[in-house]
Structure formats: C-alpha cells, structure tokens
C-alpha cells in the first residue's frame, strides 16, 4: 500500500522559511515523479514544483520560482520542499504527489496525471 505523509507544515511571518517534508512508503520515490501542489481556500489546486524520474529535471511554478526548492533523501525515501521568503500569498495546503513511468514537461505539471497523494500540510504566513 503506497502512503504519502507530508509534515513541517506551520504558522510563519511573511518573509519566513519552512521546510516540508513527504515521507513515502509502499514506493521508491527516486524511482517515480515526485511533485508539490497547493491549494489555497477557494481556489484550485497549483503545481508548485515537480522532479522528474529518469533524468531528475525539476520544473517549478512560476510563483515560487527563486525561492522554493525540491530535494530528496533517497536513504529514507523522503522528498523535501524548502519554502524560502515566504509570503501571504502561499498560504495553502500543501500536498505532495506521485506519478509513475515517464513524465513530459507538460504532464507533470498536471494534477490528474498523478497516481498517489498525500493529506495535505496546511502552511499559513501571515503579513
């Protein structure tokens, strides 16, 4: 049974920094697309930033780009999401996702393509 828990999810000032992190079970996440996505209320879920399986590029949304970065530990099958700078703006849950097989620029930066979800982390900064 593949299992996605996100954690490090929190309360911060504006200008802040938090680091989540995704435990995975059930699956080897170098072997698979690992993404964030986000959802603040009342809006739809957004791609923040995914790394690719096979060739490890990582692609990012452009509202976090410069200031958040995607990273794993392979040896606990663990994916990161360091948030830089943050701002009132990227308040949201935070979900992390996983995708198999191949993954072109497009398709990992479409929720629908991934097969497996976590719970969410909700991240709040306040200004």
């Known amino acids: 049974q593949v299992q996605l828990v996100e954690s490090g999810g929190g309360l911060v000032q504006a200008g802040g920094s938090l680091r989540l992190s995704c435990a995975t079970s059930?699956?080897?996440?170098?072997?698979?697309?690992m993404g964030w996505f986000r959802q603040a209320p009342e809006k739809e879920r957004e791609f923040v930033v995914a790394r690719r399986w096979g060739d490890g590029s990582t692609f990012y949304g452009d509202s976090v780009k410069g200031r958040f970065t995607i990273s794993q530990d392979n040896a606990k099958n663990t994916v990161y999401l360091q948030m830089n700078n943050l701002q009132p703006e990227d308040t949201a849950v935070y979900y992390c996702?996983?995708?198999?097989?191949?993954?072109?620029?497009?398709?990992?930066?479409?929720?629908?393509?991934?097969?497996?979800w976590g719970q969410g982390t909700q991240v709040t900064v306040s200004s």
């Open positions: 059930g699956l080897i996440a170098s072997s698979n697309n």
């Open positions: 996702a996983a995708r198999r097989g191949l993954a072109s620029a497009q398709s990992i930066r479409t929720e629908s393509t991934y097969d497996y």
